[in-house]
């Protein structure tokens, strides 16, 4: 499928490149339409990484790249359902998303994450299956799970910790602070910074450069460098489940759903 | 290095010309979510804009409670 046209995604092929915008609003939370569409973007990448060189993942939206999981939709879905199903329910989730980034993570081309605003949660950790990321300057990155007594549930633990090491994750997931674009660039999260509303621009840019490169090689060269943290990706998963039982959970759910504020949990 | 007034200045000017709020309508005590009328979502952008502008980090756990021009200076103050 060269063209899809989505609610929660969209993509098209161009020139040996995928791109894939995400333009739900109000930041493209990742609830179950996210998931079913991310999980069509995954079959079709099979067919679609013999015609193309790179991927780009990019936000339509002013708002942000993504704000990461749907915490409304987490929390009523869970209120409708008894604890043990909605564990069930959760599981089965975190199962499904790991499958669809990982495979991203792992397809044989270049991804390019072109992020602007909001890049929090399970938005960052979308971020960080890509291979490379650029930010716009107004990019912020953040785990903020800590405050709703979770710990980051789409491998974005591992995946951080492959790509900068235990320090930078500990500082994120422990404070719950955010990082702008020109910090993630000194710490090695972030490829390149560009000037506001031109990441896209870069990253086909970058795209383009990707496409001198022999195939072959390039897929050799990202499998060499890129392992995947599967282990460690299980376990994040287990504990995820084993925190959400927990009541400061329900309690921290509930207080960012009853909140009128476009991002309840930050300052 | 700045003093801290130059430095609530430079705040004022930015918040005036970002969020399009005449200059003179803005004063140091002011809150910032009322006085420019936004939301958490554009606190952050303006977050973000400060520490471009002034070349620090502002973690966010050191602006909860803030909301007011003249802390909010204060606190960059520190990280000049």
Same mark, same amino acid.
């Given at each position: 499928?060269?063209?899809?046209? @989505? ?68 929390? =009523? ?5 008894? *604890? ?14 790991? *499958? ?19 890049? =929090? ?19 912020? =990155? ?10 980051? @549930? ?33 710490? @090695? ?21 990707? !496409? ?5 090689? !390039?897929?050799?060269? *990202?499998?060499?460098? *890129? ?28 207080? =960012? ?11 | 290095?700045?003093?801290? /007034? %130059? ?34 979502? %554009? ?13 620090? /980090?502002?973690?966010?756990? /050191?602006? %909860? ?8 200076? /204060?606190?960059? %103050?520190?990280?000049?």
């Amino acid at each position: 499928m060269e063209i899809f046209q @989505g609610r929660y995604l969209s993509w098209e092929t161009r020139e040996g490149v995928i791109e894939v915008a995400l333009h739900h609003g109000p930041c493209n939370e990742i609830g179950l339409l996210a998931l079913e569409e991310l999980e069509k973007l995954s079959s079709a990448l099979h067919t679609l990484a013999h015609q193309t060189h790179a991927l780009i993942l990019y936000s339509s939206l002013t708002s942000g790249f993504c704000a990461g999981a749907d915490l409304r939709e987490l929390y =009523f879905r869970s209120q409708e359902m008894e *604890k043990a199903r909605a564990l069930e329910g959760v599981r089965d989730f975190l199962e499904r998303i790991h *499958k669809v980034l990982n495979t991203i993570d792992a397809a044989p081309l270049t991804t390019i994450a072109a992020v602007h605003g909001v890049t =929090f949660g399970g938005g960052f950790e979308l971020a960080l299956v890509c291979d490379l990321i650029i930010a716009d300057k107004m990019a912020r =990155f953040c785990f903020p799970e800590l405050r709703l007594g979770l710990v980051p @549930g789409f491998g974005g633990i591992p995946r951080l910790k492959r790509d900068l090491g235990n320090a930078v994750v500990r500082d994120l997931l422990l404070t719950g602070r955010s990082f702008n674009a020109t910090k993630a660039h000194a710490v @090695g999260l972030v490829s390149q910074v560009v000037a506001e509303g031109e990441s896209l621009r870069v990253a086909r840019a970058t795209a383009a450069q990707l !496409a001198k490169f022999d195939r072959r090689t !390039a897929i050799a060269a *990202k499998k060499f460098i *890129k392992p995947i943290p599967y282990h460690e990706m299980k376990q994040e998963i287990d504990l995820f489940c084993q925190l959400f039982v927990e009541p400061a959970v329900e309690a921290g759910l509930r207080k =960012f759903v009853e909140s009128t504020d476009a991002l309840p949990y930050l300052p | 290095m700045k003093t801290q /007034e %130059q430095t609530l200045d430079d705040i004022l000017d930015l918040a005036a010309k970002h969020f399009k709020v005449e200059r003179e309508k803005l004063g140091p005590d002011d809150d910032f979510f009322k006085a420019l009328g936004i939301d958490s979502l %554009q606190a952050l952008d303006l977050l973000t804009r400060l520490e471009n502008h002034f070349h620090v /980090e502002l973690p966010d756990y /050191e602006l %909860q409670g803030v909301s007011d021009f003249r802390t909010l200076a /204060e606190r960059i %103050q520190a990280r000049l």
